[in-house]
C-alpha cells in the first residue's frame, strides 16, 4: 500500500507547488485524509495547547472518566460492546461566535490560548478550501460561499481524551464514522495512536507527527463535489497504554446552508455521471447524523433523496 500523504505545506510558496497541489489533490480523490507539516500554526503554541489540554483533563475530567467507566464493569465482558466508546470529551465553538469564555472550569490562559488555536485554524481552513477549489476547478471562495449560509460557516472544535483501557478487545476508543461536516483538521497526540482510517476495505493507521495537522473530509464535501472526493471512516482504537490526545475542530457549514452538488462539477461531468447526491439544508442532515453517527453514509444522502429530492435546476 502507498505511504499515508503527508504534505509539506510551506513547500506551496516556492517551485513546488504544481507538485504539492497534485499531492493534495491525490489524497483528496484517494484518500480523504493528509497530513498537513509547516503549516504555519506555531509550534510552541501548538506546545501550549497540547500542554493544558492535559493538565484540564487530569484536573477537570479524569476521575469523573474513570469512575463512569469503572461502573460499567467493562473489564469483565467478552463480547465487543457496540454502543459506547472509551472516550472523555468536551466542546467548544469558535465560529459564528465563540462560547469559549462560557465553557465551565477552563483557566483563563487555556481559554486564550484555544481562542488563538481556533483563529489560526479558521484561517487555515479557509485556505485549504481554496486549494481545493483550485484544484477541483471551482471558482476562488466557491467552498466558502456554499458553506455560508445566513451567518457564515461554523467552526466548533471536539476535545477528547483516550485514557489507557483495559479491554480495547471489546470497546472502541470511538467507532466507525465518517464526518458530517466540511473538512475537519485535527492535532493529536504525537506519541500514542489509535486513529485508523479505512482505505481499500483495509484499516490503515493515520501516524502520530509531531506539530502536524491531520486534515480530513466531511460528507458535505462529498455532496458538493458530487463524490469527487469522498468522505472516509475512520475510527480510534483504544490503547491500553498511554492516554491520547485529540483535538478535532469541524469547519462546517452554517445551519440554514443550503448544500448541494456545485453546478459547475455537474456540468463537466453530466455525461457520463448522472447528479448522485441530493439537495438539503445543513442542519436537517445534522438531526438525521446525530441518530445515524456510526452508520453507512449512503443511506443518510437516500433519505434525502427520497424526501426532498430536487435536482439541481432550483439551486
Ligand atoms: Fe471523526
Known amino acids: 500500500m502507498s505511504n499515508f500523504p503527508v504534505i509539506n505545506f510551506e513547500k506551496l510558496n516556492g517551485e513546488e507547488?504544481?507538485?504539492?497541489?497534485?499531492?493534495?489533490?491525490?489524497?483528496?480523490?484517494?484518500?480523504?485524509?493528509?497530513?498537513?507539516?509547516?503549516?504555519?500554526?506555531?509550534?510552541?503554541?501548538?506546545?501550549?495547547?497540547?500542554?493544558?489540554?492535559?493538565?484540564?483533563?487530569?484536573?477537570?475530567?479524569?476521575?469523573?472518566?474513570?469512575?463512569?467507566?469503572?461502573?460499567?464493569?467493562?473489564?469483565?465482558?467478552?463480547?465487543?460492546?457496540?454502543?459506547?466508546?472509551?472516550?472523555?470529551?468536551?466542546?467548544?465553538?469558535?465560529?459564528?461566535?465563540?462560547?469559549?469564555?462560557?465553557?465551565?472550569?477552563?483557566?483563563?490562559?487555556?481559554?486564550?490560548?484555544?481562542?488563538?488555536?481556533?483563529?489560526r485554524l479558521e484561517k487555515l481552513a479557509e485556505q485549504l478550501m481554496d486549494l481545493l477549489c483550485e484544484n477541483l476547478g471551482l471558482e476562488k471562495g466557491y467552498l466558502k460561499k456554499a458553506f455560508y449560509g445566513s451567518r457564515g460557516p461554523t467552526l466548533p472544535t471536539k476535545v477528547a481524551n483516550y485514557p489507557p483501557c483495559p479491554n480495547p478487545r471489546v470497546v472502541k476508543g470511538l467507532r466507525a464514522h465518517t464526518d458530517a461536516g466540511g473538512i475537519i483538521l485535527l492535532f493529536q497526540d504525537d506519541k500514542v495512536s489509535g486513529l485508523q482510517l479505512l482505505k481499500d476495505d483495509q484499516w490503515v493507521d493515520v501516524p502520530p507527527m509531531r506539530h502536524s495537522i491531520v486534515v480530513n473530509i466531511g460528507d458535505q464535501l462529498e455532496v458538493i463535489t458530487n463524490g469527487k472526493y469522498k468522505s472516509v471512516e475512520h475510527r480510534v482504537i483504544a490503547q491500553t497504554d498511554g492516554a491520547r490526545m485529540s483535538i478535532a475542530s469541524f469547519y462546517n457549514p452554517?445551519?440554514?446552508?443550503?448544500?448541494?452538488?456545485?453546478?459547475?462539477?455537474?456540468?463537466?461531468?453530466?455525461?457520463?455521471?448522472?447528479?448522485?447526491?441530493?439537495?438539503?439544508?445543513?442542519?436537517?442532515?445534522?438531526?438525521?447524523?446525530?441518530?445515524?453517527?456510526?452508520?453507512?453514509?449512503?443511506?443518510?444522502?437516500?433519505?434525502?433523496?427520497?424526501?426532498?429530492?430536487?435536482?439541481?435546476?432550483?439551486?
Not at 92 to 116: A, C, Q
Open 17 to 119: 507547488r504544481k507538485d504539492i497541489m497534485e499531492k493534495i489533490k491525490d489524497a483528496c480523490e484517494n484518500w480523504g485524509f493528509f497530513e498537513l507539516v509547516d503549516h504555519g500554526i506555531p509550534h510552541d503554541l501548538l506546545d501550549t495547547v497540547e500542554r493544558l489540554t492535559k493538565e484540564h483533563y487530569e484536573k477537570c475530567m479524569e476521575e469523573k472518566f474513570k469512575e463512569s467507566m469503572a461502573s460499567k464493569g467493562l473489564e469483565a465482558i467478552q463480547t465487543e460492546v457496540k454502543d459506547m466508546d472509551w472516550e472523555s470529551t468536551f466542546h467548544l465553538r469558535h465560529l459564528p461566535e465563540s462560547n469559549i469564555s462560557e465553557v465551565p472550569d477552563l483557566v483563563d490562559e487555556y481559554r486564550k490560548v484555544m481562542k488563538d488555536f481556533a483563529l
Open 254 to 315: 452554517g445551519s440554514d446552508a443550503v448544500i448541494y452538488p456545485a453546478p459547475e462539477l455537474l456540468e463537466k461531468e453530466a455525461e457520463e455521471k448522472a447528479q448522485l447526491y441530493p439537495k438539503f439544508v445543513f442542519e436537517d442532515y445534522m438531526k438525521l447524523y446525530a441518530d445515524l453517527k456510526f452508520q453507512a453514509k449512503e443511506p443518510r444522502f437516500e433519505a434525502f433523496k427520497e424526501s426532498n429530492f430536487d435536482p439541481i435546476a432550483t439551486a
